[in-house]
């Protein structure tokens, strides 16, 4: 960590709760190039998804069987 950030970050304990909520959320904003970028990412990904649907290269998975393997997995990896 650099001693600027390490500045940043001690200054903002000094906020009180309301201005670091702010503060967070001004941080997890994109500018707009970012945030086409992001959103054209995702087209494609949605897309590249619908298709490999549509064509049968994947099966689909209901959301309780989905969690159930999730848990099955997590359950397996706690041992």
Known sequence: MTSKLADYIEAGKALDADEREIA???LQQVDETEQAEIDA?????IDRRLDELKSGTVTPVSGRETIAIARARSAARRK
């Open 41 to 45: 990412a995702w087209a494609e990904t």
């Open 24 to 26: 967070a959320l001004a």
